[in-house]
Structures are given as C-alpha cells and as structure tokens.
C-alpha cells in the first residue's frame, strides 16, 4: 500500500468514526505528525477524500472535514432504502454457494460475541459481502459513497447499533433468502434493515440529549 493510499485510509476512519467532527479544519503539519507521512502523500490523500466528499478543500479558507446537514439524514436514507432494495435483487440472482459460507461465518461472528450491542464492523461486512455478491461496479461506487455518508450520521448521533440478537436474526434472515434466490424476500428485508436504522438515527438526532448536526440548508 503506498503512502498516500495508507494515509487516505486512516483518515477516511477517523472522519467516518468522526474522531475528526464535521467541520473541523485539517491542518497539514498536524495530520502529518499524526500519520506518519510527507505532505505530497497527505495532499494526494485529502484530494481522494475530498473526491469521496467526505473533505472539503477551500482556495485562501483551507481544508476542513465536509460538515453533515439534518436534511442529509432523510436524502441519505431515501436513496439508500431503494439501493439496498436493487443490491437484495441482484445478490439473489447472482449468489453462489461460497457465499452464503462467508455469511454463515459472518452470523457465526455475531452469535459469538458477549455484547449486547451489535458489531458496527460486522454490520459493514455484511454490507459489503451484498454488495459483492450484487457484483455490479457502478452500483458498487454508488453504494460505498452512500454507505460512509450514513455511517457517519451513524456514529455522529451515536446511534449505529442495534440489539445483538436483533442484528443475529437479520442475518440469518438474509442468509435464507439467498439460499433460496428470494430477490424479493431479501429486498424487503434489506428495506426493514435500513428503516430501523433510520428510526434509531431520527431518534437520536431530535433527543436533545444527543449531539447536534449542522442545520444549515
């Protein structure tokens, strides 16, 4: 992995975990001391990451981390509901035996672990092996652009996990409908997945015990 690519990785996860918040400006001798890296690697890596729009980058008003809007939660989720619905589609016309292994692996995972709480790293997995098995490359730039944009209302509200059962019996529900083909089965389930994690987020953005986002237009 080169240095540039390394660099746009651990701050792609500091901002999506939004251990750098919204808003907050990027200073390059500071990310450099803290990566590890030059500033040839740093710059190439926050212009990826301000392709991904997770960064913006300002001529004289310098670079900051792109900030998160209340009318990002609904956009977001709307078009994810009806992209989770087509991934659910095409992942059921196109499994194959060895994956519905790694999803039995990945329930496996879940079952096992001794928290209450759901694994937000497990959960990507899942996403991610739907995808995979949706194999389709321009669904798949889509997805992972709209992905980091919920994961990180996710963890700004801090509402990103669900009971541990809750999220055991979701997969093992998907893994059924792929066994069997059911595109339409896994649609509905991936539809009822992403509504419970848009209620949470809703939930946690209008208690006002929870963290504020930008509210601006």
């Known amino acids: 992995m080169t240095e540039a690519r390394a660099a746009y990785q651990a701050l792609r996860d500091l901002i999506l975990r939004t251990e750098l918040r919204p808003s907050e400006p990027l200073v390059e001798s500071d990310l450099m001391q803290?990566?590890?890296?030059?500033?040839?690697?740093?710059?190439d890596a926050l212009?990826?990451?301000?392709?991904?729009g997770l960064v913006d980058i300002e001529a004289r008003r310098g670079t900051r981390v792109?900030?998160?809007?209340?009318?990002?939660?609904?956009?977001?989720?709307?078009?994810?509901?009806?992209?989770?619905?087509?991934?659910?589609?095409?992942?059921?016309?196109?499994v194959r035996p060895e994956h519905v292994v790694e999803l039995e692996d990945l329930i496996a995972r879940v079952r096992a672990s001794d928290s209450r709480e759901s694994?937000?790293?497990?959960?990507?997995?899942?996403?991610?092996?739907l995808l995979r098995i949706a194999n389709n490359r321009y669904l798949d730039a889509i997805y992972r652009r709209l992905f980091d944009a919920s994961l990180r209302?996710?963890?700004l509200t801090q509402a990103g996990v669900e009971p541990r059962a809750r999220q055991a019996e979701t997969f093992e529900a998907v893994a059924e409908a792929l066994r069997e083909g059911d595109g339409e089965r896994l649609a509905e389930l991936l539809r009822e997945h992403i509504g419970e994690t848009r209620t949470r987020v809703a939930g946690a953005l209008f208690d006002r015990r929870g963290p504020a986002l930008d509210r601006r237009n």
Do not use: C, K, N, W
């Open 34 to 43: 803290r990566l590890g890296v030059g500033r040839t690697p740093l710059r």
């Open 47 to 52: 212009r990826l990451l301000a392709h991904d």
């Open 66 to 94: 792109s900030h998160v809007r209340i009318d990002d939660l609904q956009q977001i989720f709307e078009v994810r509901s009806g992209v989770e619905e087509m991934v659910g589609r095409l992942a059921a016309a196109r």
């Open 119 to 129: 694994d937000v790293a497990l959960d990507t997995e899942f996403h991610h092996l």
């Open 153 to 155: 209302v996710m963890y």
